[in-house]
């Protein structure tokens, strides 16, 4: 069992400031919860630019190589001229192609967020519901107690509606 | 906007107002459910059971007419369907804020119309326990299918749209699903952390989210402009006159969102005035949708304008028959009801008064979407009668299981579309919370 | 390596298979057709067509492979009747054959568009396909009350409802011919060995039927007789069906 800290915050502006302020003060292992997407939240623990890029990107180029092989081995394997068409016939493998690499593309993107965001997470974590309602917290977990303290310290100064420790599973 | 004494809702106020669709049920909940789903079973699986016994001879297709109102039905839900998706996602990637109330219904009626759609596939084959033979999968006969075929290029784009689609809703839902786990207790909690995945709404989280959200968006538009310029090479790539044209894939997109988009407005009145959403789903909304509507219906009137003189200008015996029994024959009268409903009656909505009338749209949005039923049952049943040689020249009436199964197919979505308002918020919680007063001191 | 690519050109290049093994052709001189219908009755007894009834008739789900079409030129009294004698058209652009999803259809190597029922879901877009019209699906499953079943032709198959079929160039006398010849040793079927149902039972002998690639037998000459011509040529469908025009007196 792991402690962790969690300040609520009624307002924006006093949460980013909480925020930046443990940053200052050395605390980088903080979660910052808020009922919408917060541009400024993910600034301030450094998110800029997702992974889940690479793996919509991968999955676009896997797609469209599993899909044109698929129409041209299924066209070879058992070789069946129509309509006087070519064997590989390019323009209607290519919209197989550009299909199946939509498809990859997206279940790519999917896996991409399982595993860029950690998420499904079932343990149970610090959370409280308001958070997705109208608060923002932050959470954070504290090495020693000295720097419990501080934390605190810092969550009250910057307005904290309240604080409170809770045991999470590590 | 008309409505001056409208009063902002507050965050914690839409949690409540929309959390209240799924946890309070009425009584007229599940009347409507019921009737839905008996007649759901008894018009559509019903005749279809029928249907399978005895053959596709049930339905009133014949030499010359070899679709019918199946296909017709196809094309139609399909087309619907292309209002969610299509649309939600457009309006997410041009940062369109008054997309974000009405896309959670949209985008169900895109996955539940996608569902209808593919049950006429199912009804519309001669023999649909060899059905599976159209995936890419190892047979007894070790036959692969035919990729050069427009109807694979179907099974690839109807299975990818149907993934993608129910995979984008699933994604946008998943902080609602974690708003509806923290609102409930029992069996109905642990479910829904299964569903929202443990969601926190931490930085990382909305992080990634908007990134595969953004990424989900963009592959889903060429998917869905793709989808129905496939379902239109179905016709397209034949050689049949009316059918063989090059204009049908743009055409059937420009019809499909027209439609598409005719139905959310036809579903957002009905979830305004039944799940007491008139804070979330306003005139502004309507507002909008209507001016989309004119500009699409301006499209489809021009896109049929050029297929009738195409028709004329190719100087064929076959056009002129065909154009002839399409615009004077025994479905004439549908024809022009159909230019009445999606050419005519949208310019009504030219008028502010009527665009932000939330009956007069309601009205219009249902005329538009017969006037589309009937336009995807005249390209059937005009075209194919009138080949080429005028000896087998026939004629197409729906018989009364083909009838009936389209009046259950309605059924269909609306119980699935029943189903899933218990299931998801139909208003996007979130998405609403971005478009109110931000909770700031400075606000 | 070459080997390889020389594949992939040949994969790649319309038209493969243009040149077939055999290129079965018929010619039907429209001059001498008389639309006496025997070749429907033959053929309706040689390929098991189910006799559908008149209320089936009426709802233009007939079954018959070949069908003589009639057509009125004229007013009364100048009134002319013209037959033309439609079947399966055996096209080697053929529009119905890319269209089915589960390659039900298919060019084979002597130049026929072959059907495999066993194979065919009843999509029915290789019907709505056909320019001809010639292609007849099984709505109901059709059966044959006794004694009528005892005629059936055992080389051919009876089909179920949801299946789609056509005529096949009697496609087994061909292979009956082409086993024979297999058995006496030679490369390749005689002319005038192989003869399907409906042109065996033409009295005015309006058809011929042959192997195009063999620029001896009948059929070639036939096409190249001035007269000949395919129905809806304009659509580029390359019919293996040669019609010879009926000859009109102009006054």
């Known amino acids: 069992m792991a402690k962790s800290i969690l300040g609520i915050f009624q307002y924006e502006e006093d949460f980013l400031n909480a925020a930046k302020s443990l940053k200052a003060s050395g605390f980088n292992d903080i979660t910052l919860m808020s009922p919408i997407r917060l541009e400024e939240a993910e600034e301030i623990v450094g998110l800029y630019k997702s992974n889940v890029r690479y793996f919509s990107l991968t999955g676009a180029i896997t797609g469209a190589i599993t899909g044109f092989s698929l129409a041209v081995v299924c066209a070879l394997v058992f070789i069946l001229p129509t309509g006087g068409r070519a064997i590989i016939a390019f323009p209607p493998f290519l919209v197989i192609t550009y299909e199946v690499t939509i498809l990859f593309g997206v279940l790519a993107t999917l896996l991409g967020f399982h595993f860029v965001s950690g998420l499904p997470a079932w343990r149970d974590k610090a959370y409280k519901v308001d958070t997705n309602i109208d608060r923002f917290s932050i959470a954070v977990d504290p090495g020693s107690d000295t720097d419990s303290t501080k934390i605190e310290q810092t969550l009250r100064d910057a307005g904290a509606e309240e604080v409170k420790q809770l045991e999470v599973a590590a | ?443 | 390596m070459a080997k390889i690519t020389d594949k992939i050109k040949e994969y790649t290049r319309p038209g493969y298979y243009e040149k077939f093994d055999y290129h079965w052709t018929m010619s039907i001189d429209l001059d001498r057709c008389t639309g006496c219908g025997a070749c429907v009755v033959a053929c309706q007894a040689e390929n098991n067509l189910p006799i559908v009834g008149e209320k089936r008739f009426k709802e233009r789900r007939e079954m018959k492979w070949l069908r003589i079409e009639r057509y009125w030129e004229g007013e009364y009294p100048n009134l002319k009747l013209k037959f033309l004698p439609m079947l399966c058209q055996q096209c080697d652009q053929a529009p119905c054959e890319t269209p089915c999803p589960v390659a039900a259809t298919y060019h084979n190597q002597d130049g026929l568009n072959t059907q495999i029922y066993n194979r065919c879901i009843g999509t029915r877009t290789c019907a709505v396909y056909c320019p001809y019209e010639v292609r007849y699906f099984n709505w109901f499953t059709y059966t044959w009350d006794e004694p009528l079943e005892q005629q059936l032709n055992p080389d051919v198959t009876v089909r179920e409802k949801g299946v789609m079929e056509k005529c096949t160039f009697c496609v087994q006398r061909i292979r009956m011919a082409k086993d024979k010849a297999k058995d006496d040793n030679r490369r390749r079927v005689k002319d005038g060995e192989v003869t399907p149902a409906c042109v065996q039972s033409c009295a005015s002998e309006a058809m011929q039927f042959g192997d195009l690639n063999d620029p001896n037998s009948k059929v070639s000459k036939m096409t190249k007789n001035k007269r000949a011509y395919h129905v809806l040529e304009e659509l580029n469908t390359k019919p293996s069906v040669v019609y010879l025009q009926k000859v009109e007196k102009h006054d």
């Open chain 2, 1 to 443: 906007m008309t409505d001056t004494n409208y009063q902002e809702p507050g965050y914690a106020d839409v949690n409540r107002d929309i959390l209240q669709t799924l946890l309070v049920t009425g009584p007229k909940y599940w009347i409507t459910f019921g009737i839905s789903a008996s007649v759901a079973l008894i018009c559509f699986f019903g005749p279809w059971a029928y249907q399978l016994y005895v053959g596709v001879g049930a339905a009133g297709m014949n030499r010359s007419a070899m679709w019918g109102t199946y296909l017709s039905n196809f094309i139609f839900w399909i087309g619907l369907s292309h209002s969610g998706t299509l649309l939600s996602a457009v309006l997410h990637i041009t940062h369109s804020g008054w997309r974000k109330a009405i896309y959670r219904s949209a985008e169900a009626m895109t996955l539940f119309s996608l569902m209808t759609a593919a049950c006429f596939v199912m009804v519309h084959v001669g023999r649909l326990w060899f059905v599976h033979w159209t995936a890419p999968i190892p047979n007894p006969m070790e036959l692969w299918p035919n990729f050069r075929s427009p109807l694979m290029f179907d099974v690839m784009a109807v299975t990818t749209y149907l993934t993608a689609s129910s995979i984008f809703i699933y994604m946008g839902s998943v902080p609602d699903y974690a708003a509806v786990r923290d609102a409930s207790t029992g069996l109905r909690r642990r479910l829904y952390t299964i569903f929202s995945f443990g969601w926190r709404g931490t930085a990382k989280e909305w992080h990634t989210l908007s990134w595969a959200y953004m990424f989900f968006a963009v592959f889903v538009i060429p998917l869905a402009v793709s989808v129905h310029s496939i379902v239109s090479w179905d016709f397209a790539l034949s050689i049949v006159p009316g059918l063989h044209q090059t204009i049908f894939a743009p055409y059937f997109v420009c019809g499909a969102i027209y439609s598409g988009t005719a139905g959310i407005v036809s579903v957002m009145f009905l979830l305004r005035k039944y799940m007491q959403l008139e804070r979330y789903i306003r005139e502004i909304h309507l507002d909008n949708l209507g001016k989309l509507l004119i500009v699409l219906s301006l499209i489809w009137t021009y896109i049929n304008i050029v297929e009738v003189f195409t028709g004329w200008y190719s100087g064929t015996s076959f056009e002129y028959e065909f154009l002839k029994f399409r615009l004077f024959g025994f479905y004439a009268p549908l024809y022009w009801e159909m230019i009445l409903f999606c050419a005519v009656v949208p310019l009504f909505m030219l008028h502010k008064k009527i665009r932000t009338s939330w009956k007069w749209m309601f009205i219009i949005s249902i005329l538009i979407n017969i006037g589309m039923f009937t336009e995807r049952f005249i390209i059937v049943a005009t075209s194919l009668p009138r080949k080429f040689l005028p000896d087998a020249f026939g004629f197409y009436f729906p018989s009364f299981v083909e009838i009936m199964i389209s009046i259950g197919s309605f059924a269909i979505f609306t119980t699935l579309f029943l189903i899933f308002i218990k299931w998801t918020p139909c208003v996007s919680i979130y998405e609403v919370k971005e478009t109110l007063k931000p909770l700031r001191r400075d606000a």
